[in-house]
Every structure is written in C-alpha cells, then in structure tokens.
C-alpha cells in the first residue's frame, strides 16, 4: 500500500460540534503531518508526529486536537471550531522528516 | 527560520513551450528540495526532488537545477502539454527534524 487515506472527504460542522478527522498509511512511515491549506495558498504546517511522538506544533489553537494512536493513524480532532477554519485539511507522511512527504487527499472543512 | 520565495505567482505558457519556475531559500543549511504539483481539487505530488550534494536532476520532461551558492533552485517544464496546468509548489528543508518550508505557489496555465 503506497497511499495515505484520509476520512471524511467532506465535512460541514458547527461551532459547537466536535468531530474527528482520521489518517492512515501503511508504508511503515515515522513521521506524520497535519497542513491547513486555504485556497490558493500553500499547505500551512500544523503539527508534526516523529515516531508517535509530537515534535512540532507550530502555535495551533487548543480547538485543534492532535492524536497519535499507532505508528499507522494520526487523527485530529476538532472542537468549537470557528468559519475561519473551513479549509482544506491535508494530512501527510514521511519515511523520516527529511524525505518525501507523500500526501492524503484531504478533507474540506466546512465550519457553519 | 528558513523562508523560501517563489516567482512567478502565474505563468501562462502556450502548449509546447518550456516553462520555468524560481525559488530562492534563506538558510544556507537547507538540503531537501522538493517541488509538488497540485491539480484543481487534488492532493499536492511530488514531481521531483533534489538534495544539495546534486546540481541537477532530470526526469523525463522536467528537471530541477540548484545553485547553493546563490541559495535558489529552479524548475523547468520542456514541451508543455494542457495538463501540466496546475499549481507548482517549491519547498526547502533542513536535514535532521525539522519539517518542509513551502513556497507560496506558481499557477502554470498552458494553452493549446
């Protein structure tokens, strides 16, 4: 398996719901990402998993929630969002954080 | 912080035409850079990638130079064909934990 998946596609929620955004790879990978990306602009760094472990969290708001379950998952979860946040959430994976970052093919956010 | 800049924001090619994207990156310690493809709607693809112990690297139609000294790398487009139309992204790292740095992206159109 070459690919990371990710879950919902789409997702339209409220400012008071809390939902989860789910990614999976199974190309034995130790390092996974989560990007915002807006349109037109370039993926935005949220956070960065080495070896299950969070290495990186570039100043997320607590609203954003990462999870590292196993060397194959990365979740985010999301709570009291605001409309700001609607974007395009792109979850990524590395063999280490200097190689290839193969990416999933996202979940749009829609935040109402 | 490494930064990295990219020109030009959109570039309009006719279909057979080369084209040609620049990047300039700010930390002399970066090592990594790869450059990702992103379709209307799509996930971002690596398209090709090139480390700092290298000056060129080619692939089929397209290829990337990199020029230390100068801090920037480009990447060249021969024989333009309609769906190279996308949004290029240029991206610089550092070799060890730190993640990938973007550019803010060229949209390449070309015209049949």
């Known amino acids: 398996d070459t690919e990371v998946t990710q879950t919902p596609k789409h997702l339209v929620m409220g400012m008071t719901n809390k939902k989860s955004l789910k990614c999976e790879q199974h190309?034995?990978?130790?390092?996974m990402y989560w990007y915002k990306q807006k349109a037109k602009k370039p993926p935005e760094l949220m956070f960065v998993?080495?070896?299950?472990?969070?290495?990186i969290n570039e100043s997320v708001p607590s609203r954003f929630s990462p999870e590292c379950p196993n060397s194959s998952l990365l979740n985010l979860h999301l709570h009291a969002l605001q409309p700001e946040d609607s974007a395009l959430y792109l979850c990524?994976?590395?063999?280490?954080?200097?190689?290839?970052?193969?990416f999933g093919p996202g979940t749009r956010l829609t935040v109402l | 912080g490494e930064n990295v800049e990219q020109h030009p924001s959109t570039l309009s090619v006719q279909e057979g035409d080369s084209a040609v994207i620049k990047c300039t990156y700010s930390?002399?310690?970066?090592?990594?850079f790869p450059w990702y493809k992103q379709e209307l709607g799509k996930r971002p693809q690596l398209i090709i990638d090139?480390?700092?112990?290298?000056g060129e690297k080619k692939d089929q139609r397209i290829a990337v130079t990199l020029n230390k000294t100068a801090k920037h790398f480009s990447l060249h487009i021969t024989e333009t064909q309609p769906e190279d139309s996308a949004v290029y992204f240029c991206?610089?790292?550092?070799?060890?934990?730190?993640?990938?740095?973007f550019g803010k992206g060229t949209r390449l159109s070309v015209i049949a």
């Open positions: 990524a994976s590395s063999l280490g954080q200097n190689n290839e970052q193969f």
């Open positions: 190309m034995g990978h130790r390092a």
């Open positions: 998993y080495s070896y299950e472990k969070l290495s």
């Open positions: 930390d002399s310690a970066s090592n990594y």
């Open positions: 090139i480390r700092s112990n290298v």
């Open positions: 991206a610089a790292s550092i070799s060890g934990n730190t993640p990938l740095v």
